[in-house]
């Protein structure tokens, strides 16, 4: 069995501990720079190591080096830091293995394949109603929802100016996350729209929502895929498309289990203190995402 460090503990981390095989790989600690998430020192310190530590290790990357690992795994997204990352851990003198999950997400996604299989079965099983996608950004999931269900109407909800001021000011009142307003903005209109291999089939719903879902009380949908990163958008998204699902239809919830986007979470669970426990389904992928389906 391989010893594993992964460099970085945010949510992605995280996930990717959810992910290792333990036949094959023993998690043996989380590394990062950041001094204020390191529990391996007595009284905080980088000095003296506490004897034992309850859960699971978390220290300065000199130390994961020092304690030379089968592998370290960096669970960084943008390249930019996986490489960062990368140069820290070799000039720390570190010699074996270096796997890099930006490098694994670009080839291999669940949550894509979970897709794909999840709109076969809802063809299969005939259940009716449209698509629709709150926070589509530049489309990189929309155009797979068009080409995979290209019978189905397909509504994109996004302001496409990023995160909404007033979205923001909730988050910022709840203390969820450190998301600022404009973020994930500057997503062009037409851009967007080019990449959708049926385009008669899409409905982009520009604005805030849910102000931009007013005139779609009357319909049905079978799938819903949530990728809002907020309190607000999330809480308003489950609360205006559960009732209007089909019977088995489901939504996918990005982020549920994301600490660093921590009101997607209180969203679902104040959805479910309001109307009652939704049946929840992990995909197991590294955004920590999950299917609520309408029984």
């Not at 460090?5 to 995280?14: A, F």
């Not at 729209?193 to 319909?219: I, Y």
């Not at 209007?244 to 986007?261: A, D, F, H, N, P």
Request: aromatic share 8%.
């Amino acid at each position: 069995m391989k010893t594993v460090i992964i460099l970085e503990t945010d949510h992605l981390g995280l996930a990717v501990s959810d992910l290792l095989n333990p036949k094959e790989m023993k998690l043996v600690g989380m590394s990062n720079s950041c001094p204020e998430t390191w529990n391996v020192f007595k009284d905080g310190k980088n000095q003296e190591l506490k004897d034992t530590i309850n859960g699971l290790p978390v220290m300065p990357i000199d130390l994961a080096v020092s304690l030379q690992p089968d592998i370290l795994v960096i669970a960084a997204a943008d390249p930019e830091k996986s490489h960062a990352l990368q140069y820290m851990a070799i000039r720390a003198g570190f010699e074996n293995d270096i796997r890099f999950i930006e490098t694994m997400m670009s080839e291999f996604s669940v949550r894509r394949a979970v897709l794909r299989r999840l709109t076969r079965r809802l063809g299969t099983l005939g259940i009716p109603g449209s698509v629709g996608e709150l926070g589509c950004g530049r489309g990189d999931v929309s155009w797979q929802l068009n080409i995979l269900m290209p019978d189905r109407k397909l509504y994109l909800f996004d302001t496409l100016d990023g995160f909404d001021a007033r979205d923001i000011a909730k988050e910022q009142s709840l203390g969820c996350s450190k998301a600022e307003t404009g973020e994930f903005g500057k997503v062009n209109e037409e851009q967007l729209l080019a990449r959708m291999p049926v385009p008669e089939q899409v409905v982009l719903k520009k604005g805030w929502f849910p102000e931009t879902a007013f005139d779609l009380e009357e319909e049905k949908f079978a799938l819903v895929l949530l990728d809002a990163c907020l309190y607000q958008p999330t809480f308003t998204g489950l609360e205006f498309f559960f009732p209007r699902m089909s019977q088995g239809g489901v939504i996918l919830v990005t982020g549920y289990e994301s600490t660093k986007y921590g009101g997607v979470h209180k969203a679902v669970e104040d959805m479910e203190a309001k109307y009652g426990a939704f049946l929840i389904l992990p995909l197991g992928d590294l955004h920590g995402s999950v299917m609520i389906v309408r029984p």
